[in-house]
């Protein structure tokens, strides 16, 4: 499951704003809110919804592998 960090970092490095994510995933902006804090008040369902529009908009959901996960453009 991608980190509220990933999802913050994904949304920046595409330029999108939180209501243009909140629209793409079908959701208020709040929750894109919620998500990139990492309140936990998110559904997993959600989170992959969100993650799923960021990478259909070029992100790369980079793993934990030694140097903690991360995101790149594709």
Do not use: D, Y
Request: no cysteine; aromatic share 2%.
């Amino acid at each position: 499951m991608a980190t509220a960090e990933q999802i913050r970092a994904g949304r920046a490095l595409v330029g999108l704003s939180q209501a243009e994510l909140a629209e793409m995933v079908g959701t208020g902006k709040k929750t894109i809110q919620r998500a990139e804090v990492g309140t936990g008040e998110v559904s997993e369902g959600t989170i992959r919804k969100i993650v799923r529009a960021l990478e259909a908009a070029g992100v790369v959901f980079v793993p934990q592998n030694g140097g903690g996960p991360g995101v790149r453009l594709r």
